[in-house]
């Protein structure tokens, strides 16, 4: 394990938000599809058992598989040599707020971090699968006590025991899904779960679909590092979201924006449009965007966009934006940091004078 490194350069004034500094003791849940939306949740929710699904599998099961893999499966496996890492889906939050009882958060950021140990990647055999339960571990409660998505440091990870005192509320990586992933399998026998109509009607949607899940969800990891599957890129955008939230601010976040004017947040919601990645003409990422307005935010580090270079490519790219009907707004990290809830009243300022 990893010693825990905290987010650095936090904002003193965003210690004022509630449940910033920390949670009390009470049950907690992150609002996912109100977030990220109902096909990303439904995509993680499917990352169960042992993935990938493999055809083989399903034929020797008479095509019904269940969390924990059968003992004929487990046959295959050990007659195949195939070995598993173990992979938890994380979600950091902010925003929290109680409801009834219940502190409500909002995600931030989704990662798949790898099960390690002794500070190295866990790699366990199909006679530890056989005698763990994966079905009672996904339904246990789990956290990273200490989650740092950022730069891939992690604290304690507890199961069945929350403690969340002592710690920031967006340290605490919240896990919601735990899947042993089969090392090797066979790509030409993966398995796709049940997806929206029209991904199903749609081969290339649906072929650029499964190409995602095999590249983003099956693909072995190398060390123990987390894997960013949604969410902010860094901590000034973090800084910036929750200073937003507190003022009453809520954009989408990481929006795509195309050539002909279409925007998008995230690919998943790009699928259920029917639109592949192969024929996605972007002009950019948006870090924050609030569609009703055309309004797209960008947090601008010193380290990246002060060059000559750098500032011309921005230049070019507001340029484009304004072109297909949407306005761009550039906050620098440095005033971010200094402020992010005046930058935050800022981007309100904008919205209320925009028709």
Partial sequence: MEEIENIKNRPKELFGIPYYGELPALPVRVDMSGAIGKFLEFDLFDLDGVQPLELRHMIVNDHLVHVNPSAKSIEIYKNEKVTFQIIFVVVNAYGFKEVEGVLVGKPYNISLQPASKRGGLSVVTPEWIEHIDLEQQNNAPRIYRGFNPFVGAYGLHMMGHTDYTGIESDMI??????????????????????????????????????????????????????????????????????????????????????????????????????RSRRRLKAITDADYYFPEKKLAIFCDSIAHHSSPEAVEKDKKIDIKLHQVGIESMRICGRDIAASPIDCAIKIREKLSKMA
Wanted: neutral net charge; aromatic residues 14%.
């Fill in 173 to 274: 990586g919240f896990v919601i899904g735990t899947y042993a992933l089969a090392m090797p399998f066979k790509h030409n026998e993966v398995l796709t779960p049940s997806v929206p109509e029209p991904l199903r009607e749609n081969k290339q949607v649906r072929q650029d679909y499964e190409k995602y899940r095999k590249n983003w969800y099956f693909k072995p990891f190398s060390k123990v590092k987390p894997k960013r599957i949604w969410g902010c890129d860094s901590p000034i955008e973090l800084f910036l979201l929750q200073a937003m939230d507190s003022i009453g601010l809520h954009p989408e976040l990481q929006t795509i924006i195309c050539e002909d004017g279409f925007t998008v947040p995230g690919f998943h919601k790009l699928w259920e449009n029917s």
